[in-house]
């Protein structure tokens, strides 16, 4: 149910400009524009046509001479290049390409059966072989009308790592034997056939999953987009399905059965997202489709976590084999999966993924959402997760409480303030086999709202984790922000009135094309309200992501930003400064331990209110771009540069995030708020 076709490609395939080849394969699934010149349509008008064609090598025979190490000529059988989306309604065809000296000593170190070649101003003569039934032959020597001909390989690993192909020509083969350039640079041709080499050394060859064809064997390398849980096959043996696509079948998603002799012999996949390694795999047919099978006695599999910066190593696998070829194409995965627009649900089915504002109480929905919480077994015999995705719901009676001693739930910092928290009632059954932590990202299928006496409760049928770097994880976590700052502009602009009335300064509402002008490293997830901030509710200590412009600092006066402290005794009060500026604390008589550091306030607003917060020390200079502490009544320069980056902040259209750390007040301290200070945040002008 989940192999489905789309009109829409992964992405417009961009014309890349190979050197004397114009448009070059570039992007999947392959078109005409792509292809060039069908294997059928080659006669003697190709060679002056100026067009290219780009055919897949299905055998190589190299014939050599006696006594001579060097090949006499490569014969490369070519054929139509296979396309998954029109399985069983490809003409195949193939046509021999003779490949003479000096083409054959340099050519052959790169060809390989798989590879792709894009040919262009090939010599073409009537066939003179028993290889290919076409009427025409191909051939490159080194005749004239060989010089102007061009070829692109692209191997099967360049094309799964969205990599272009190797050029050649009689001049980069010229450039390849001369020994002069072999000592001074590497060609193209010389680092593919290092490639080659760490090819041969890994011993696989990955195939495409647009490029499958019925009764082959091959190595795949894939994203999982869903699976299955282990059932029992007729003949007793346990099975899973597993749906994949990879860069090149974006909207062709491709089924994977996979047997083994208990459950515990297969792949132990914990998110979608997560990627799968899976050798000698066999490809079938099922209705008008790929089928891929899994031989319990030849094939194997590893999985992989699909996050970036997780472990590259395998949390599941049958063999242990991992090679330095396998980490790169998981790299490239990991790259391209937070863009790849990879649908969870089939087109030709009638749901969409709707969020938790939309979910009514007659219908089943589809939803993706982050786990905040999951009870433990309550008395009743259920278990609920706590689910968000920024938005509200409205309900006749009130939502479910669940008692926080009940719940495994995130640290209070990383809870989102804004946004419903929803029960979901999961089967505990379906829990035990799901490994699913709060935090965790997870696609709820069938989900129906749900209503006992006054409680409001979701109840879905199943749920699979998703990898947070997921596109549509992202999805979600950007319509959130984008509704905060609708929602926040719309405050701002009921309360202009009143915000006039407190001061003549207002904070623009930032645009989606407007740039920040601070930038925080140590991110939070989730941007908080200032009136969110200030509440008694709020965790203390605690650290929280604000979205504010900066109103006013204090002091007034920038060159009292800078004060000296002793390091010894650390008194900051007690400092005096002799008649030759030498600075001296009266408290521990120190002159050596005296620094300078920062210690000012900025107010920050946005539309819920506004907070004054400390800035000092280390995160004061962090905050400045690195400008050192110092005196800055003596130091012009310094000054300047901190009145350029202030004015900066200050102007009327600027904002930026801001990290801010809260802190109890200090013992004795009459004022009960508490304390805030900015971290971790920077101006970037």
Same mark, same amino acid.
């Given at each position: 149910?989940?192999?489905?076709?789309?009109?829409?490609?992964?992405?417009?395939?961009?014309?890349?400009?190979?050197?004397?080849?114009?448009?070059?394969?570039?992007?999947?699934?392959?078109?005409?524009?792509?292809?060039?010149?069908?294997?059928?349509?080659?006669?003697?008008?190709?060679?002056?046509?100026?067009?290219?064609?780009?055919?897949?090598?299905?055998?190589?025979?190299?014939?050599?001479?006696?006594?001579?190490?060097?090949?006499?000529?490569?014969?490369?059988?070519?054929?139509?290049?296979?396309?998954?989306?029109?399985?069983?309604?490809?003409?195949?065809?193939?046509?021999?390409?003779?490949?003479?000296?000096?083409?054959?000593?340099?050519?052959?170190?790169?060809?390989?059966?798989?590879?792709?070649?894009?040919?262009?101003?090939?010599?073409?003569?009537?066939?003179?072989?028993?290889?290919?039934?076409?009427?025409?032959?191909?051939?490159?020597?080194?005749?004239?009308?060989?010089?102007?001909?061009?070829?692109?390989?692209?191997?099967?690993?360049?094309?799964?790592?969205?990599?272009?192909?190797?050029?050649?020509?009689?001049?980069?083969?010229?450039?390849?034997?001369?020994?002069?350039?072999?000592?001074?640079?590497?060609?193209?041709?010389?680092?593919?056939?290092?490639?080659?080499?760490?090819?041969?050394?890994?011993?696989?060859?990955?195939?495409?999953?647009?490029?499958?064809?019925?009764?082959?064997?091959?190595?795949?390398?894939? /994203?999982?987009?869903?699976?299955?849980?282990? #059932?029992?096959?007729?003949? $007793?043996?346990? !099975? %899973? &399905? @597993?749906?994949?696509?990879?860069?090149?079948?974006?909207?062709?998603?491709?089924?994977?059965?996979?047997?083994?002799?208990?459950?515990?012999?297969?792949?132990?996949?914990?998110?979608?997202?997560?990627?799968?390694?899976?050798?000698?795999?066999?490809?079938?047919?099922?209705?008008?489709?790929?089928?891929?099978?899994?031989?319990?006695?030849?094939?194997?599999?590893?999985?992989?976590?699909?996050?970036?910066?997780?472990?590259?190593?395998?949390?599941?696998?049958?063999?242990?084999?991992?090679?330095?070829?396998?980490?790169?194409?998981?790299?490239?995965?990991?790259?391209?999966?937070?863009?790849?627009?990879?649908?969870?649900?089939?087109?030709?089915?009638?749901?969409?993924?709707?969020?938790?504002?939309?979910?009514?109480?007659?219908?089943?929905?589809?939803? /993706?959402?982050?786990?905040?919480?999951?009870? #433990?077994?309550?008395?009743? $015999?259920?278990? !609920? %997760? &706590? @689910?968000?995705?920024?938005?509200?719901?409205?309900?006749?009676?009130?939502?479910?409480?669940?008692?926080?001693?009940?719940?495994?739930?995130?640290?209070?910092?990383?809870?989102?303030?804004?946004?419903?928290?929803?029960?979901?009632?999961?089967?505990?059954?379906?829990?035990?086999?799901?490994?699913?932590?709060?935090?965790?990202?997870?696609?709820?299928?069938?989900?129906?709202?749900?209503?006992?006496?006054?409680?409001?409760?979701?109840?879905?049928?199943?749920?699979?984790?998703?990898?947070?770097?997921?596109?549509?994880?992202?999805?979600?976590?950007?319509?959130?922000?984008?509704?905060?700052?609708?929602?926040?502009?719309?405050?701002?602009?009921?309360?202009?009135?009143?915000?006039?009335?407190?001061?003549?300064?207002?904070?623009?509402?930032?645009?989606?094309?407007?740039?920040?002008?601070?930038?925080?490293?140590?991110?939070?997830?989730?941007?908080?309200? %200032?009136?969110?901030?200030?509440?008694?509710?709020?965790?203390?200590?605690?650290?929280?992501?604000?979205?504010?412009?900066?109103?006013?600092?204090?002091?007034?006066?920038?060159?009292?930003?800078?004060?000296?402290?002793?390091?010894?005794?650390?008194?900051?009060?007690?400092?005096?400064?002799?008649?030759?500026?030498?600075?001296?604390?009266?408290?521990?008589?120190?002159?050596?331990?005296?620094?300078?550091?920062?210690?000012?306030?900025?107010?920050?607003?946005?539309?819920?209110?506004?907070?004054?917060?400390?800035?000092?020390?280390?995160?004061?200079?962090?905050?400045?771009?690195?400008?050192?502490?110092?005196?800055?009544?003596?130091?012009?320069?310094?000054?300047?540069?901190?009145?350029?980056?202030?004015?900066?902040?200050?102007?009327?259209?600027?904002?930026?995030?801001?990290?801010?750390?809260?802190?109890?007040?200090?013992?004795?301290?009459?004022?009960?708020?508490? %304390?805030?200070?900015?971290?971790?945040?920077?101006?970037?002008?």
């Amino acid at each position: 149910a989940c192999c489905w076709n789309t009109a829409t490609s992964m992405s417009e395939s961009a014309d890349v400009k190979h050197a004397g080849l114009g448009p070059a394969l570039s992007g999947y699934p392959y078109d005409a524009k792509h292809l060039g010149v069908e294997c059928a349509a080659i006669d003697l008008a190709f060679a002056k046509s100026g067009q290219p064609t780009s055919l897949i090598v299905e055998r190589l025979e190299i014939e050599n001479t006696k006594g001579e190490s060097e090949p006499e000529s490569v014969n490369v059988v070519l054929g139509t290049i296979p396309d998954s989306k029109q399985w069983g309604q490809q003409s195949s065809s193939n046509i021999l390409l003779r490949l003479k000296q000096p083409w054959a000593s340099h050519v052959k170190d790169l060809l390989d059966k798989g590879h792709i070649l894009t040919l262009k101003n090939c010599r073409v003569l009537t066939r003179n072989n028993n290889l290919s039934v076409h009427p025409y032959e191909l051939q490159l020597d080194d005749g004239p009308e060989s010089k102007q001909a061009h070829i692109s390989v692209m191997s099967p690993r360049n094309r799964l790592l969205d990599k272009p192909g190797i050029e050649i020509s009689l001049t980069t083969i010229r450039s390849a034997s001369s020994k002069r350039n072999n000592k001074r640079a590497e060609t193209g041709i010389t680092a593919a056939r290092a490639l080659k080499k760490q090819k041969v050394c890994s011993g696989y060859i990955y195939t495409p999953l647009c490029e499958l064809r019925a009764g082959i064997e091959c190595n795949i390398m894939a /994203v999982v987009v869903n699976f299955t849980f282990p #059932k029992k096959s007729r003949r $007793g043996d346990s !099975y %899973i &399905v @597993v749906t994949v696509v990879d860069r090149t079948n974006i909207d062709a998603a491709v089924q994977v059965n996979i047997f083994g002799p208990t459950d515990d012999t297969l792949p132990k996949i914990r998110r979608l997202g997560d990627l799968i390694r899976l050798h000698r795999i066999k490809v079938d047919s099922y209705q008008g489709r790929p089928s891929l099978v899994y031989q319990k006695t030849k094939s194997s599999f590893i999985c992989i976590d699909g996050r970036p910066g997780q472990n590259t190593e395998p949390y599941s696998y049958s063999t242990p084999h991992y090679t330095e070829v396998d980490k790169e194409i998981v790299a490239s995965l990991r790259e391209w999966l937070p863009e790849a627009p990879i649908k969870l649900i089939p087109p030709d089915l009638p749901q969409e993924l709707t969020s938790i504002r939309n979910l009514k109480r007659q219908g089943k929905v589809e939803t /993706v959402c982050r786990v905040i919480g999951i009870t #433990k077994l309550l008395s009743s $015999g259920r278990r !609920y %997760i &706590v @689910v968000w995705d920024g938005t509200d719901i409205e309900t006749e009676g009130h939502l479910i409480e669940l008692s926080k001693e009940d719940c495994e739930m995130l640290n209070e910092d990383e809870c989102p303030e804004n946004g419903a928290y929803f029960g979901v009632q999961i089967d505990p059954a379906l829990l035990q086999v799901v490994s699913v932590s709060p935090g965790d990202w997870v696609h709820l299928r069938n989900l129906i709202l749900m209503q006992e006496e006054e409680d409001n409760f979701g109840y879905a049928e199943d749920l699979r984790v998703l990898c947070s770097n997921m596109k549509v994880c992202g999805e979600v976590m950007r319509e959130y922000v984008e509704r905060e700052d609708k929602d926040s502009a719309n405050s701002e602009k009921e309360s202009s009135s009143h915000e006039q009335k407190e001061t003549k300064e207002k904070p623009s509402s930032p645009s989606a094309n407007s740039k920040p002008t601070t930038r925080v490293t140590n991110t939070v997830r989730y941007m908080t309200p %200032i009136h969110s901030l200030k509440s008694k509710y709020a965790p203390c200590p605690g650290k929280f992501q604000l979205r504010a412009k900066v109103l006013s600092y204090f002091p007034k006066d920038i060159t009292r930003w800078c004060r000296p402290v002793c390091e010894r005794c650390g008194s900051g009060e007690s400092i005096k400064q002799n008649a030759n500026k030498q600075l001296t604390c009266s408290e521990c008589k120190s002159k050596k331990k005296i620094t300078y550091h920062y210690y000012f306030t900025i107010t920050l607003l946005d539309a819920t209110g506004r907070q004054e917060v400390i800035v000092s020390r280390e995160n004061a200079t962090n905050f400045l771009q690195g400008i050192p502490a110092c005196n800055l009544k003596e130091n012009e320069a310094s000054l300047k540069l901190i009145r350029k980056k202030i004015e900066f902040i200050l102007k009327p259209e600027s904002w930026g995030h801001f990290l801010v750390r809260s802190y109890p007040p200090s013992e004795g301290n009459e004022e009960d708020s508490n %304390i805030f200070m900015l971290s971790d945040t920077f101006i970037d002008d």
